[in-house]
């Protein structure tokens, strides 16, 4: 019995470079906008609290992350505050992936 994997390769190669890639994940306020908390895997680059949320977008774009999200992290009354999950992965310019 022969089993094809044609067609679902490019999927597996995906998920193979998500689960290794790096991620920065930051909690913005709106007034002023500004990271309340971040988190960054082994490798990111650390956001830290306080710095203005469109510097600490750019710094992570420029250092080769991109947007992986953008969502209501929690609410207070009728104030969301964006959760912005950033993510590199390693290689992605070498093999289109990114």
């Given amino acids: 019995m022969s089993l094809s994997l044609s067609g ?3 999927g597996v190669a995906e998920a193979i470079h998500i689960s290794t890639a790096e991620s920065v994940v930051f909690v913005c306020r709106r007034d002023p906008p500004e990271v309340l908390n971040s988190s960054s895997s082994a490798g990111a680059p650390v956001v830290t609290a306080g710095t203005a949320c469109a510097q600490a977008l750019a710094d992570a774009l ?3 992350f991109r947007l992986q999200s953008v969502i209501a992290s929690f609410a207070s009354g009728d104030i969301a505050f964006p959760r912005y999950t950033l993510i ?3 290689n992605a310019e070498d093999d289109g992936a990114g």
Avoid: K, Q
Wanted: glycine share 22%; no cysteine; charged share 10%.
């Fill in 62 to 64: 420029v250092a080769g």
């Fill in 8 to 10: 679902i390769g490019a």
């Fill in 88 to 90: 590199r992965v390693p």
